[in-house]
């Protein structure tokens, strides 16, 4: 998971050439949602529509939303109150804009959306976005509501995107595998509005891997709603384990690194583990959430495992791949949570200690179990262990990278760095890598001697060839 907000910005269209149309996508929340608008900008591409970097100059923009926290979801509301501000200035001027609103808000809230925010043109749930194009031409007429869930498969009407905008993107991309969640967490509207747990098959995956790598792209990530629960159809005919599927990726050239989440510690089988054991493309890195370290908390949560349980699953991938770091997600603040269950969860991360985490405080969100529960958690108690629990994930954090120094790391360049002559990447535990080099390596891997650390990033120097030639 990823909290708050991403800006999906890439290719532009500066000139506002008059016979293009203009879409500007704004993601919240999750890496899922950044692969949707993604994909969206590509679906709208063959009816004429270009990415622009502004929603000022846009005559589509898609709020592409997350519905995990309430503030997540208000964000969505003051966003399109700003918006139809520049909306009616562009009318002014004799321009237009229509505004759509997609994503899981979209899927949980439907019509309430057009109640609340009559700017609204058109809302289209997670399940639907391929339907756009159509969308799109009926909120001229109309202000079209698709939330459904489609016996079509999204993924098998999708267009590919062209090579330049798959190289416009970068060396890593995200790929969806796996949607939906069957776990019913109390806390959580996953289930509600990602619909229940389904897998692509084996075939479509390979088929979108092999464009991307054949466009220049050397990492991918593989996105679910719970990606350890893959069972895609496999070209035997079998249901194939998330394991057997980063088998087959691992065999494309030139993938160097693969990645997945987020993963349910229910779902982590020993085909998993022995891939981490065996395939050095797969990262040592896992993002693993956990929520809780008290097995009463757990328990109300759903969450169907203990915390002893979550640390000897840790102790096993760790003796599988020793070079191993997780990050977590936690919940402070959980109905009913006591100071015995919150100190419970502070020794777990001490236990772990994990090389990131994200941490929010307890969001009802309307729908579920936890909305209704009695021993709602005061607001500053919930603030003030979230800053213990994030003080010592944060210092955690800091220990890592501190250790890092004198380490040389693969490194995969993917940007600019923020002064002139330095180039950035990602070393395997996704820490942000700074280097003085050639802007040449962009799109590479090479080995980088760790020499010093910023307040959240690494600083080295290029110590030998790229891994990997760059596809040009």
Known sequence: MIPDEIKTDRSTNP??????????????????????????????????????????????????????????????????????????????????????????????????????????????????????????????????????????????????PRREKTLARGPSAFVTVQEGCDKFCTFCVVPYTRGAETSRPVASIVAEVERLAGAGVREISLLGQNVNAYHGEGPDGRAWTLGELVHRLARIDPITRLRYTTSHPRDMDDSLIEAHRDLPALMPFLHLPVQSGSDRILDVMNRKHTSAEYLRLI????????????????????????????????????????????????????????????????????????????SLTEGQQKAFNHASIGRTMDVLFDRKGKHPGQIAGRSPYLQAVQVEADESLIGTVAPVEITTTGAWSLHGIV???TLREKVA
């Open 463 to 465: 110590s030998g060839t």
């Open 315 to 390: 102790e096993k991938i760790r003796h599988a791949r020793p070079d191993m770091a997780f990050s977590s997600d936690f919940i402070v603040g959980f109905p009913g949570e006591s100071d015995a269950d919150f100190e419970a969860t502070l020794r777990l991360i001490e236990e772990v200690s994990y090389v990131s985490a994200y941490s929010f405080k307890y969001s009802p969100r309307p729908g579920t179990p936890g909305a209704g529960m009695a021993d709602q958690i005061d607001e500053e108690v919930k603030a003030e262990r979230l800053a213990r629990l994030q």
């Open 15 to 160: 000139q506002g050439d008059p016979g293009t149309k203009t879409v500007f996508i704004k993601s919240y929340g999750c890496q899922m949602n950044v692969y949707d608008s993604q994909r969206m900008a590509d679906t709208l591409a063959p009816a004429g529509y270009v990415e622009t970097s502004s929603p000022d100059n846009a005559d589509l923009v898609i709020l592409n939303t997350c519905h995990i926290r309430e503030k997540a979801a208000e964000k969505v509301y003051s966003e399109i109150g700003r918006l139809r501000v520049a909306r009616d200035e562009r009318r002014r001027a004799g321009g237009d804009m229509q505004i759509a609103v997609a994503g899981c808000v979209a899927q949980a809230e439907g019509e309430e959306i057009l109640r609340r925010a009559p700017a609204v043109d058109l809302v289209v749930g997670p399940q639907t976005y391929h339907r756009l194009p159509d969308l799109i031409a009926k909120a001229r007429s109309a202000k079209p509501v698709d939330t459904e869930f489609p016996i079509e498969d999204k993924f098998a009407v999708l267009p590919a």
